[in-house]
């Protein structure tokens, strides 16, 4: 049932301070084998897995160090990508990205997709520069498994 | 995981069980704690801002987690855990690929930020229970437990329950755990000072310009630890402890009836044959004396016996105690590329005496040595920091002790002030530590300056009571024979003595003083009769006057059988 979501219909942007590997783990990411069959540039899959990623940090990181990273990434992705200027942070157990399904109807799946690969990379380029890119890697990759699986094991 | 295995009795008395120790891959702590940490242990690592609790748990995760075994590090509110895997990872220890497959880092602020101790808990259950680690840490402890009284009045948990069922539940799961929190030393009355299995308290004293850090075991459940407080060192490689009693000084070598030649012509005579092997020497004299030329003497020797020798410095940069060496046709350059010889150079000014005591047991281990020089006991003292100056009798006592204790035969050399018979050394409370003195010091003779010693204390064993003057040439220092025909040398001011004048001559030492005199009074001889009225054995007399010859007092005929007193140079 895995299918591999690599396609990309145009180059995408990249926002200003992402590096090269933040965007290679952002992409890496996005192109893992999917549990689901799900198009290419599918916002929905991006989307979950950003989520993911996002969780993976925020358990190592604590809520508020993430929060200021999330953040700051996120405006400087909007340089690039400015539908994330709409996107709303959401607080406690509630997804961390909120608001994503509303984006997509108003800018299309394959905009929303960009954006947020763009927000990834933008984050984790950031905390590269603080921690370095190999330990981005690790915290996200090993952490994003638990955390799909944390998540999918909730009610 | 690494383990080093302690053995233990069991209450009983009838059986034996085994507590493995947890080796924590932090340089002298293991030697602290009898044998490493007991596995499974509920630790407590207490101590203010800064002292280094998170480098020291962050080194022992980082030598012990695996994959199979993880370590789980619980972060809570005081350093964000951003800024300390930015920070930790300059360390030598912290390894990249350990993180995530075998070092989980994890955030606790959500559920300490509910002041509702049973949710902590439940976390950190949770969390262990499903990656089964070796090992927890939990930094900070303290912004969850130290609350004032009534912060935590939402919580459906006390902090003694909360404490007890976390250490419980740790230790059922197998777990060695380290909480960390800072503590003032009047707070040991918490509740966690009781039920932890070991605390330590790590603590940094800023003197004048230096800051010294300092760990004790206070508590270790289940071992003997070393007692005391024990200097460490955060570097660039992390935490490195100088545990206050080295292991060597429980296992005193045998001594030895062995002299050891100091390469310093006329002074092992006045030592009734050199150096006892295995005692420490103390050589003081004023500046300009010519204590760091009797040191390398004694050092070339050990060289030149094929000994390997440890020289520490403080005074002076190594490429000049080596350069002054060479001009004097000591090669230490080569010993050191040979690995027979050591320079040991110390950081200045924030010492201590074990991290000092540390490096040269280490340096006498790794080359064999069987001499140490330490040059000057007087700049080691300065280069310690304040906090250590003054202890620094006790201290160099424990340094001697432990080096001695090797079977290493030590020279020190110290600076002496005042004027005789008030003459003081500069260290000179630790003069008791020493089996022998050696003094130095200058005299006016017939207006004019030359050095003089004497041998004050030989333990154990005789010795010239002499006064010898001695000279430094080209080659080194030369002592001469006793200065027999002056009185109150000891002023500093000394009077020709009434009576036959004696034949003490410059330079030489008091057999060749005597072969020298012999032959004055016969003008020309053999050698065999020169021998016989000098009452000296073949290489003796060959010996001596090898140095009769090159100092120009004799000469020999060209079959060398007859010999001739050509001058007397440095008659007095």
């Known amino acids: ?155 | 995981m690494t383990n080093t295995t302690h053995r233990g009795r069991a209450k009983m008395g009838t059986t034996t069980t085994n507590i493995e120790g947890l080796a924590t891959g932090v340089p002298g702590f293991d030697a602290i704690l009898g044998g490493g940490l007991p596995m499974y242990s509920f630790n407590l690592i207490a101590g203010s801002p800064g002292s280094g609790k998170t480098t020291l748990a962050q080194q022992i995760v980082f030598a012990n987690a695996t994959a199979e075994r993880p370590a789980l590090y619980f972060t809570v509110l005081g350093e964000p855990t951003l800024k300390m895997l930015r920070y930790q990872r300059e360390f030598g220890f912290f390894d990249p690929a350990l993180v995530g497959p075998a070092i989980q880092y994890l955030n606790l602020s959500e559920e300490a930020l509910t002041n509702d101790l049973s949710l902590v808990l439940e976390r950190i259950v949770t969390e262990v229970e499903r990656a089964k680690p070796g090992i927890v840490v939990v930094d900070s402890f303290r912004t969850f437990i130290g609350q004032p009284a009534g912060a935590n009045d939402t919580s459906s948990m006390t902090i003694e329950h909360f404490i007890q069922r976390l250490a419980l539940h740790l230790t059922t799961w197998e777990v060695t755990s380290f909480l960390i929190g800072e503590y003032a030393e009047q707070e040991q009355r918490n509740p966690i000072f009781t039920v932890a299995d070991g605390v330590f308290w790590l603590s940094q004293v800023t003197d004048r310009n230096s800051v010294v850090r300092k760990l004790q075991a206070m508590k270790v459940r289940g071992r003997a630890t070393m007692p005391g407080l024990h200097t460490f060192r955060i570097t660039n490689d992390g935490v490195e402890v100088f545990p206050r009693i080295p292991e060597q000084q429980l296992e005193r070598r045998a001594t030895s009836s062995r002299r050891l030649a100091t390469g310093v012509p006329g002074l092992d005579e006045a030592m009734g044959g050199g150096i006892p092997a295995g005692d420490a020497v103390m050589l003081a004299g004023p500046a300009g004396s010519g204590k760091t030329t009797f040191a390398t003497q004694f050092a070339a020797e050990g060289l030149r016996q094929k000994e390997a020798v440890i020289i520490v410095v403080f005074e002076e940069y190594p490429e000049e105690y080596i350069a002054r060496a060479k001009s004097r046709n000591q090669d230490m350059a080569a010993s050191i590329e040979a690995g027979k010889l050591r320079l040991i150079y110390l950081r200045p000014l924030d010492l201590s005496v074990d991290e000092t005591l540390a490096e040269i047991l280490e340096a006498v281990k790794d080359l064999g040595a069987t001499r140490v020089i330490i040059d000057s006991l007087s700049g080691f003292e300065v280069a310690l920091a304040p906090a250590f100056r003054e202890d620094f009798r006790e201290s160099l006592y424990r340094l001697v002790g432990a080096l001695t204790a090797t079977g290493v035969t030590i020279f020190m050399t110290t600076e002496i002030v005042g004027e005789y018979p008030h003459v003081r050394f500069t260290t000179e409370k630790v003069s008791f530590i020493t089996d022998d003195i050696i003094v130095q010091r200058f005299v006016e003779f017939d207006g004019a300056l030359r050095t003089v010693l004497a041998i004050h204390k030989m333990r154990g064993s005789e010795h010239s009571r002499d006064f010898r003057d001695y000279e430094i040439g080209a080659n080194g220092a030369v002592v001469g024979g006793p200065i027999r025909n002056y009185r109150g040398i000891m002023t500093g001011n000394p009077e020709p003595q009434t009576g036959p004048p004696s034949s003490t001559h410059k330079g030489l030492t008091l057999q060749e003083t005597s072969v020298f005199d012999v032959l004055v009074r016969l003008g020309e001889s053999s050698r065999e009769r020169l021998r016989e009225r000098a009452g000296l054995t073949p290489a003796q007399l060959g010996q001596a006057l090898a140095r009769l010859e090159m100092l120009g007092y004799v000469t020999a005929d060209g079959d060398g059988q007859g010999i001739r007193a050509i001058a007397q140079p440095g008659a007095s």
């Open chain 1, 1 to 155: 049932m895995a299918s591999v979501v690599s396609l990309r219909m145009e180059p995408r942007q990249s926002a200003p301070g992402t590096v090269a590997e933040g965007l290679a783990l952002a992409r890496r990411l996005m192109t893992r084998p999917a549990e689901t069959e799900e198009a290419p540039g599918n916002a929905a899959f991006e989307a979950r897995i950003s989520e993911h990623a996002c969780r993976a940090l925020k358990r190592s990181l604590g809520a508020t160090g993430f929060h200021a990273l999330l953040t700051r990434a996120l405006a400087e992705a909007q340089l690039a990508h400015p539908l994330l200027a709409e996107v709303r942070i959401g607080q406690q157990s509630a997804p961390i990205l909120g608001n994503l399904q509303a984006l997509i109807d108003t800018h299309g799946a394959l905009a929303v997709a960009a954006a947020l690969e763009g927000a990834m990379a933008s984050l984790f380029s950031l905390l590269g520069r603080l921690i370095g890119d190999d330990m981005v890697a690790r915290l996200v990759e090993r952490d994003a498994n638990d955390a799909t699986r944390d998540s999918e094991e909730a009610p």
